[in-house]
T-cell receptor, first 115, second 110 residues
Framework: EAGVAQSPRYKIIEKRQSVAFWCNPISGHATLYWYQQILGQGPKLLIQFQNNGVVDDSQLPKDRFSAERLKGVDSTLKIQPAKLEDSAVYLC?????????????FGEGSRLTVL | GENVEQHPSTLSVQEGDSAVIKCTYSDSASNYFPWYKQELGKRPQLIIDIRSNVGEKKDQRIAVTLNKTAKHFSLHITETQPEDSAVYFCAAESPGKLIFGQGTELSVKP
């Protein structure tokens, strides 16, 4: 089966610019997550969707980050304006387990460098 | 909310030795504890998980133990091989989402 697809793989921007990341989860997976992984740290959950509804966005910096999952399939994560500390790998993951977590399937990630 | 502490942050072993990575968690309601392996530049992948109704689970050279009373769980890798070199993350469920530890970089020297 096809895995979780993410794009772009790499992005370099200046601070205060905007950027958007796209994720296509495994077909049929209702739950989609965006994690931020700063170099040398564990993944930190930004937002969790169940179908096209937000389950948890308590760690999402809403003044600059936004995410949507239209039609309950693909998702986009946007940062505007970017700050230096947003430099990280943004991992998308999906799960078929609904609200109770089971195995998360991660994409390859989108590496963001903010200069 | 849930907090997961993982140690050590780095671990170096000789090929064939055992490696142990430990995690503690704060939320006594957590019931699911997976371990992920992340090779350099690649995606994290699940290697083993355990639910709170068992104390130990084994899969070939890897095993996980869980002590719910003490709120800690551990990953054990026996007969380590160079291909085991990677960053390992523990995680705990809280609820409906996974909270990850900081990671342990394991280096297996041939």
């Amino acid at each position: 089966e096809a895995g979780v697809a993410q794009s772009p793989r790499y992005k370099i921007i200046e601070k205060r610019q905007s950027v958007a990341f796209w994720c296509n989860p495994i077909s049929g997976h209702a739950t989609l997550y965006w994690y931020q992984q700063i170099l040398g740290q564990g993944p930190k959950l930004l937002i969790q969707f169940q179908n096209n509804g937000v389950v948890d966005d308590s760690q999402l910096p809403k003044d600059r980050f936004s995410a949507e999952r239209l039609k309950g399939v693909d998702s986009t994560l946007k940062i505007q304006p970017a700050k230096l500390e947003d430099s990280a790998v943004y991992l998308c993951a999906s799960s078929s387990s609904g609200r109770a977590p089971g195995e998360l399937f991660f994409g390859e990630g989108s590496r963001l460098t903010v200069l | 909310g849930e907090n997961v502490e993982q140690h050590p942050s780095t671990l170096s072993v000789q090929e064939g030795d055992s490696a142990v990575i430990k995690c503690t968690y704060s939320d006594s309601a957590s019931n699911y504890f997976p371990w992920y392996k992340q090779e350099l530049g690649k995606r994290p992948q699940l290697i083993i998980d355990i639910r709170s109704n068992v104390g130990e689970k084994k899969d070939q050279r890897i095993a996980v133990t869980l002590n719910k009373t003490a709120k800690h769980f551990s990953l054990h890798i026996t007969e380590t091989q160079p291909e085991d070199s990677a960053v390992y993350f523990c995680a705990a469920e809280s609820p409906g989402k996974l909270i990850f530890g900081q990671g342990t970089e394991l280096s297996v020297k041939p």
